[in-house]
């Protein structure tokens, strides 16, 4: 399978191979081929979308004491539309026969016509046949930012035209422990320039105990028999989110990766996330894995993750969707609130702050908005931002603090 587990320097340049299978939904064919990629490897990054708005995730405190299922909430009750990242998340809805559509799974952008979910939301295969022998159907659809029974305004439900899932095998008396349960799906129109995506990138054994976000579409049980303990705030129509630690199990490969919070029925596919900072408001959105069974995640090890990215290597930033739409000159504006300094471009940029000795304060990822919150000392500071098409914007401020 993979000449590494997880990312280490020595693995980064090894050469991967694994076969997959491509299902055509629209002539209802599947089709095997070999992927050649490199180990550890990401997609290109993680993009914000055209549309307005960068609202973060919530860190809610976490509980000390189980049941932690308590701890997953929708994550907005608000109507407003989904800010970024929140946005990214979709329902995979199947469709029946009478046009009905029936909540599925979840998922996660990762491209302008891809999705990440799990490739048991397709399949549906015997305990000793490989993964694709039965799919579920040709007629799933995809809802980007749905929340509070709501399609994201101006959004359709929009096709799945073709799944790519990772050939593997269920053995019959188990030992199989999902680290193949992906599939990524391409869409028949692109959502991702205005929705914005995730990046995905491989999991590694620095992120045990380290925080992560998950966001997915629950089918919660109408009632809650005695003595069950069920969430009865979140509802299948509604985006919830978790943030927790990310454990993992070190007596065997059964449920290797294990987040504090588990999940519900209708979560798996959906995107195991962080961020440079933790409310992801700067820096690249990743994704490490996606939701497995109820109790564990299916984490990218170095060779899934290259790849994944060999198959969306077609997946590049829209640079020329911002020139097309933004103006030829950058904007940098700041102003400074109680929290800090609040800083915005008009395109994804990195900031640094610097003293009037031209000592570097800070350094920020690649996001449009900041609010700069560590800048305590007095005087003249220097903000610079630096574009991904080359150009920088320079502007002086004074600290009020």
């Known amino acids: 399978m993979g000449l590494c587990v997880f990312v280490a320097s020595p693995c980064l340049a090894a050469s991967v191979s694994h076969t997959i299978v491509v299902r055509d939904h629209l002539k209802e064919t599947s089709a095997e081929s070999v992927v050649q990629g490199r180990a550890g490897d990401t997609t290109a990054g993680s993009w914000t979308g055209s549309l307005p708005g960068i609202g973060g995730l919530p860190t809610p405190v976490v509980a000390e004491n189980p049941p932690y299922i308590l701890m997953r909430r929708p994550l907005s009750k608000d109507p407003s539309p989904l800010s970024w990242p929140a946005r990214t998340a979709v329902r995979l809805d199947l469709k029946i026969y009478t046009g009905a559509m029936y909540p599925r799974c979840s998922g996660i952008l990762v491209g ?65 422990n999902g680290d193949n349960d992906w599939a990524l799906l391409e869409l028949e129109s692109d959502l991702g320039t205005s929705m914005g995506w995730a990046q995905v990138a491989p999991m590694e054994t620095s992120r045990e105990d380290r925080m992560i976000h998950m966001m997915g579409y629950p089918v919660i049980p109408s009632t809650c028999r005695a003595g069950q303990v069920c969430d009865t705030v979140s509802r299948k129509d509604t985006l919830c989110h978790s943030w927790g630690p990310l454990g993992r199990n070190h007596f065997g490969p059964i449920l290797d990766w294990v987040p504090l919070v588990p999940a519900w029925q209708g979560e798996s596919g959906s995107g195991i996330l962080d961020c440079p900072d933790d409310v992801c408001v700067r820096g690249s959105l990743r994704t490490r894995g996606t939701r ?45 609130t109680s929290p800090g300094l609040e800083v915005e471009t008009d395109r994804l940029a990195r900031i640094e702050v610097l003293d009037a000795r031209g000592r570097s304060l800070l350094r920020t990822g690649e996001a449009t908005n900041w609010t700069l919150e560590r800048l305590n000392r007095k005087g003249v500071l220097l903000v610079v931002a630096r574009f991904a098409t080359g150009l920088t914007k320079t502007a002086t401020t004074v600290s009020n603090q």
């Open 112 to 176: 302008p016509k891809r999705v990440l979910t799990a490739a048991h939301c397709l399949v549906s295969p015997t305990s000793i046949s490989s993964i694709h022998e039965q799919w579920v159907s040709d007629s799933f659809f995809v809802r980007p930012g749905f929340n509070l029974g709501r399609d994201y305004p101006g959004m359709e439900p929009v096709r799945v035209v073709k799944s790519t899932i990772s050939k593997s095998v269920f053995p019959i008396s188990g030992g199989y």
């Open 292 to 336: 497995w069974t109820l109790d564990a995640i299916n984490a990218f090890d170095s060779t899934m993750s290259g790849v994944i990215a060999s198959i969306l290597s077609d997946v590049k930033i829209p640079e020329s969707t911002l020139r097309s739409t933004k103006p030829s000159k950058p904007v940098l504006r700041m102003r400074w």
